[in-house]
């Protein structure tokens, strides 16, 4: 998976073409339920999106955003598989609108530890944002939430 951040607010993290490899993602999203009935109790709730990839060039521009809290455009997440014919294709996309970082955490493993002697040293990425969009461009697929749009009941 591949991160591109395409415009920024205040131009101080500019990666059209420069992507970030990502290892891992996690997200949550939730509805408050009521445990006996099911029937939801409140509005969503959406956690910070966490991504973790290796330390690049581009962690103190992230350090940037993140302490002037700039607002981030949008925040394209490009998840990639092989296909049936063998090649690379784009199959799912997570795209977040008005994003800001809100956390950077840096991994570095003791390196005196032998099972962390082959270790890279990782930086966990926290986003939250006021829209989000999922695309699965295999099916055909869509889905959205922005915090601006009240849904209906």
């Known amino acids: 998976m591949l991160v591109r951040?395409?415009?920024?607010?205040?131009?101080?993290?500019?990666?059209?073409q420069d992507?970030?490899?990502v290892q891992s993602v996690s997200h949550?999203?939730?509805?408050?339920?009521?445990?006996?009935?099911?029937?939801?109790?409140?509005?969503?709730?959406?956690?910070?999106l966490k991504v973790t990839c290796e330390v690049t060039s581009a962690l103190p521009l992230l350090y940037n955003a993140l302490c002037?809290?700039?607002?981030l455009n949008e925040v394209v997440l490009d998840w990639y598989r092989i296909s049936l014919s063998g090649t690379q294709e784009r199959f799912f996309s997570t795209e977040l609108t008005n994003a800001r970082?809100?956390?950077?955490?840096?991994?570095?493993?003791?390196?005196?530890?032998a099972k962390a002697k082959h270790f890279n040293q990782f930086?966990?990425?926290?986003?939250?944002?006021?829209?989000?969009?999922?695309?699965?461009?295999a099916a055909g697929t869509y889905g959205v939430d922005d915090w601006r749009t009240p849904l209906e009941a």
Not at 5 to 16: A, C, D, N, P, Y
Not at 40 to 48: D, E, F, K, M, S
Not at 123 to 137: D, G, P, S
């Open 5 to 16: 951040v395409i415009r920024s607010e205040i131009g101080l993290l500019k990666m059209h």
């Open 19 to 21: 992507e970030i490899l």
């Open 28 to 48: 949550v999203v939730v509805t408050p339920t009521d445990r006996q009935s099911g029937s939801p109790t409140g509005r969503r709730i959406h956690g910070a």
């Open 68 to 71: 002037q809290g700039e607002v």
């Open 101 to 113: 970082l809100s956390k950077v955490q840096v991994l570095l493993p003791d390196s005196r530890e």
């Open 123 to 137: 930086v966990n990425l926290f986003f939250t944002y006021r829209k989000i969009e999922w695309a699965h461009h």
